[in-house]
């Protein structure tokens, strides 16, 4: 069974940093891609970030480009979002989940979510 443990989301105030993770298990996870997405309330899901199944290619939202970095340790089962310049309209629910592309469609298996709060 793919399962997925994440952790470090909370309350941060703007301009601040936050890093989230998130442990895979149940799959092979070091020949599987990556994304992270997220979810504000009353929104629909947005693709944030992903990363190849090797960490040589990464790929952003316009809107956290230069800000946050996606990155993976396989021999951990473990991907990891570094948040840097947080401002409120961050503030979400972020899922990991298997899968590339922007497409939310392209993603088959997903975390439960960690919550980010960025106050103003």
């Known amino acids: 069974e793919v399962q997925f443990e994440e952790s470090g989301g909370g309350l941060v105030q703007a301009g601040g940093s936050l890093r989230i993770s998130c442990v895979g298990s149940?799959?092979?996870?070091?020949?599987?891609?990556m994304g992270w997405f997220r979810q504000a309330p009353g929104k629909e899901r947005e693709f944030v970030a992903t990363?190849?199944?090797?960490?040589?290619?990464?790929n952003y939202a316009n809107s956290v480009k230069g800000r946050f970095t996606i990155s993976r340790d396989s021999a951990k089962n473990t991907v990891s979002l570094q948040m840097n310049s947080l401002k409120p309209e961050d503030t979400a629910v972020y899922y990991c989940a298997t899968g590339i592309g922007s497409s939310y469609y392209s993603y088959d298996y997903w975390g439960q979510g960690t919550q980010v709060t960025v106050s103003s």
């Open positions: 990363i190849n199944w090797s960490g040589g290619n990464t």
């Open positions: 149940g799959f092979t996870f070091s020949k599987h891609a």
